[in-house]
């Protein structure tokens, strides 16, 4: 899940990326975007938490790819503020998750399974899909390594999803969806903190190398 996957981003761009790997994470951005649309319709519809927190993982993850391309060539000042924003969003997204679980198990009712396993079908595909575009860049830096990364923990999120809506059709009760949701939104929330620490110690860094905030990288 991005969890993992934000934390490698967050180590620089590859700025020795060819064209063909920008258009590809452009495709995956594109995807990514899509699917959160998704999902967010999905899990409103079906009252799953689950599907709800997986649309929120794939938001973080469009945003993942996206900055991926923007900070090509930045200053690690810039990337360093890039990064809190986005690990803020990632604590913000997991804490809504949190609160959306919490309604739920007091609401104590069931999602609806059948919509829950069709869209984390698709959102698999989706991931999985991604994956095939990235594989030959798997063993690059580690901008590149994390981004394939993300997208194979990825699936793995929707393979819990179809678990859940599985466990939800089997006891009718919500608490399948529930505990998949909070454990998604505990890998969002740590995983913000976590980058958010790095952002600050690379902000910190910076400002005692102020050299490294006018040359930019990979240029």
Known sequence: MSA???Q?????ASASADPRYRRI???????????????????????????????????GDAANYG????????????RARA??????????????VVGRVAWGA????PPEPYTMGAVGLLALAANLGVAVL?????????????????TRNDALGNLAVMGAALGVLGTGTVWPDLVV??????????????????????????????SQQSQPHGH
């Not at 991926?68 to 810039?78: D, E, F, H, N």
């Not at 990235?134 to 993300?150: P, Q, S």
């Open 4 to 6: 993992q996957c934000h």
């Open 67 to 78: 900055l991926s391309l923007w900070v090509l060539g930045m200053a690690l000042t810039w």
């Open 8 to 12: 490698h981003h967050d180590k620089g």
């Open 106 to 109: 007091w609401q104590g009712q």
């Open 83 to 96: 990064a809190w924003v986005k690990g803020a969003s990632m604590l913000a997204f997991g804490l809504f």
């Open 181 to 210: 949701a909070a454990i998604m939104a505990g890998l969002a929330i740590s995983g913000g903190w976590s980058v958010i620490h790095h952002a600050r110690q690379e902000l910190a860094s910076t400002g005692a190398r102020p």
């Open 25 to 59: 994470l452009w495709i995956a951005l594109l995807i990514n975007a899509a699917m959160f649309v998704v999902e967010i319709g999905a899990g409103a519809s079906s009252g799953s938490a689950s599907l709800l927190a997986d649309a929120i993982d794939f938001l």
């Open 134 to 150: 990235l594989y030959a860049w798997r063993e690059g830096d580690a901008n590149m390594r994390g981004v394939w990364l993300c």
